[in-house]
C-alpha cells in the first residue's frame, strides 16, 4: 500500500512569492495533518482536516492556510513567504484521533 | 500548557552498549504516547503508541515503556543502523493536535 505522498519534494522560493504545498493522504484515511520541523527542532503543528473541515490550528500567522479536498487530499498554502518560512514541511495523514503516519515532506528554501 | 521534553539531546553510543531514552511530558489527559523514528531530511517514520501508564511495547532491539509522567525508549545492543532522531509527541485528550520533542539524536558507531 501507497503511503503519504507529497509533492514537490523540494522548492526554491525568494522573498514575498507564495508556495502550495501538496498532500495524498494513505487510503481509507480521512484526516490530514500539517507540520513545520526547523532544522534541530521536533515537527511544529500548523493545521488539522478532517473531512474538509479545519479541526485543529496551531500558533502561525494567517500567510498560513490550508483546504482539503473530497478525496481527501490537502494543501498547504503559505503567502508573502519570510526566510524564516525555510523549513521542511511535514504532512500527516491518520483515523481519527488515532496515529499519525507522515510523509516524506517537503524541503522550503526561501532566498 | 502541553509540553513535550526529550533527554539527552545527543547521544553517542558504542555498537552492542544499551541505553535509554527519555520524554517526559504534560498534559492536560493523555490520549497517546507516541515514538517516531526520522533519518536525517526524511519524515518521521512511526515506532510506537502507548496509551496508558504501565504499557510496554516491543520491536527488534527497541523497547518502549510509559508511566504517568514520562516514556521511555530503551535500545538494547544497538546497530550502527539505529543512528537517526528519535522523537516523542503527545496528543491530548481533547483535541488532535500531536506535541512533539526536540528529539533525541542517536549515533551508533561501529
Known amino acids: 500500500d501507497a503511503g503519504v505522498t507529497q509533492s514537490p519534494t523540494h522548492l526554491i522560493k525568494t522573498r514575498g512569492q507564495h508556495v502550495t504545498l501538496r498532500c495524498s493522504p494513505i487510503?481509507?484515511?480521512?484526516?490530514v495533518s500539517w507540520y513545520q520541523q526547523v532544522l534541530g527542532q521536533g515537527p511544529q503543528f500548523i493545521f488539522q482536516?478532517?473531512?474538509?473541515?479545519?479541526?485543529g490550528r496551531g500558533n502561525f500567522p494567517d500567510r498560513f492556510s490550508a483546504r482539503q479536498f473530497p478525496n481527501y487530499s490537502s494543501e498547504l498554502n503559505v503567502n508573502a513567504l519570510l526566510l524564516g518560512d525555510s523549513a521542511l514541511y511535514l504532512c500527516?495523514?491518520?483515523?481519527?484521533?488515532?496515529?499519525?503516519?507522515f510523509g516524506p515532506g517537503t524541503r522550503l528554501l526561501v532566498l | 500548557e502541553d509540553q513535550v521534553t526529550q533527554s539527552p539531546e545527543a547521544l553517542r553510543l558504542q555498537e552492542g552498549e544499551s541505553s535509554s531514552l527519555n520524554c517526559s511530558y504534560t498534559?492536560?489527559?493523555?490520549?497517546?504516547l507516541f515514538w517516531y523514528r526520522q533519518d536525517p531530511g526524511k519524515g518521521p517514520e512511526f515506532l510506537f503508541t502507548?496509551?496508558?501508564a504501565g504499557e510496554e511495547k516491543e520491536k527488534e532491539r527497541l523497547k518502549a515503556t510509559l508511566t504517568k509522567k514520562e516514556s521511555f525508549l530503551h535500545i538494547t545492543a544497538p546497530k550502527p543502523e539505529d543512528s537517526a532522531t528519535y522523537l516523542c509527541?503527545?496528543?491530548?485528550?481533547?483535541?488532535?493536535?500531536?506535541?512533539f520533542g526536540t528529539g533525541t539524536s542517536l549515533t551508533v558507531i561501529p
Open positions: 500527516a495523514s491518520s483515523f481519527p484521533g488515532e496515529t499519525q503516519y
Open positions: 487510503s481509507g484515511h480521512k484526516s
Open positions: 482536516y478532517y473531512e474538509k473541515e479545519e479541526r
Open positions: 498534559v492536560s489527559g493523555l490520549r497517546g
Open positions: 502507548l496509551y496508558s
Open positions: 509527541a503527545v496528543q491530548a485528550a481533547t483535541g488532535n493536535q500531536f506535541y
